[in-house]
């Protein structure tokens, strides 16, 4: 079974720029969460998708941040414009079914803001 | 809005030392419970979880961890470590109903002495 996939690895820009990242999940898999993780501190949920829907958003810098996912599979969260303290790793993760409840992480976006 | 605390940042033991990390939560009401591993250069995998039933749960590895209600803890623990136990651990909390995100702590780097 392939894992959540996410893709770029690493990116570096400028602050003020604008980033996307993108989020395959494990296929079937109707739940996908975002997570920002800073350094020296544990991921923090950013949005979670029910399918296309979103179910929480709650802690998602609305005015620089923005996620879709518009059929229900893969996933971008962008980023526009970029602020240093937005420097993190930014993880995907996915379930299968949220009464199951077992979170698979992607190997993480590790973004840097200069 | 609920946290998790870990009591301890950085841990040095040496082979087949036990270890206890600590790990506790602010929620009152129903909780499910996880510790998640992420070795080196590897994604963030899950250990154990708790979500009823009984306090003493097993998980992959020869961890496990027990649940008491009354403390608000959630200790991982390990009889005789091994080198490859060398990872950061995060202790995780989801409250019961709604949204399904989780709250991480901030995370122990454990270091494991040949």
Do not use: M
Not at chain 1, 69 to 97: H, N
Not at chain 2, 13 to 27: D, F, I, Q
Not at chain 2, 42 to 56: A, E, I, T, V
Not at chain 2, 84 to 111: N, P, Q, R
């Amino acid at each position: 079974e392939a894992g959540v996939a996410q893709s770029p690895r690493y990116k570096i820009i400028e602050k003020r720029q604008s980033v996307a990242f993108w989020c395959n999940p494990i296929s079937g898999h109707a739940t996908l969460y975002w997570y920002q993780q800073i350094l020296g501190q544990g991921p923090k949920l950013l949005i979670q998708f029910q399918n296309n829907g979103v179910v929480d958003d709650s802690q998602l810098p609305k005015d620089r941040f923005s996620a879709e996912r518009l059929k229900g599979v893969d996933s971008t969260l962008k980023i526009q414009p970029a602020k240093l303290e937005d420097s993190a790793v930014y993880l995907c993760a996915s379930s299968l079914d949220p009464g199951v409840y077992e979170q698979y992480f992607g190997p993480g976006t590790r973004l840097t803001v200069t | 809005a609920q946290s998790v605390s870990q009591h301890n940042h950085h841990v040095i033991l040496s082979e087949a030392a036990s270890l206890e990390l600590g790990c506790n939560y602010s929620y009152g009401g129903t909780v499910n419970l996880f510790w998640y591993v992420q070795y080196p250069g590897q994604h963030l995998q899950l250990l154990l979880k708790y979500f009823s039933g009984d306090p003493l749960v097993k998980g992959i590895k020869g961890f496990e961890a027990e649940f008491i209600k009354s403390k608000f803890s959630f200790n991982l623990r390990k009889p005789s470590v091994q080198w490859s136990d060398t990872a950061e651990y995060f202790c995780a909390v989801k409250s019961g109903g709604g949204a399904d995100g989780l709250t991480f702590g901030k995370g122990t780097h454990l270091i494991i002495q040949p």
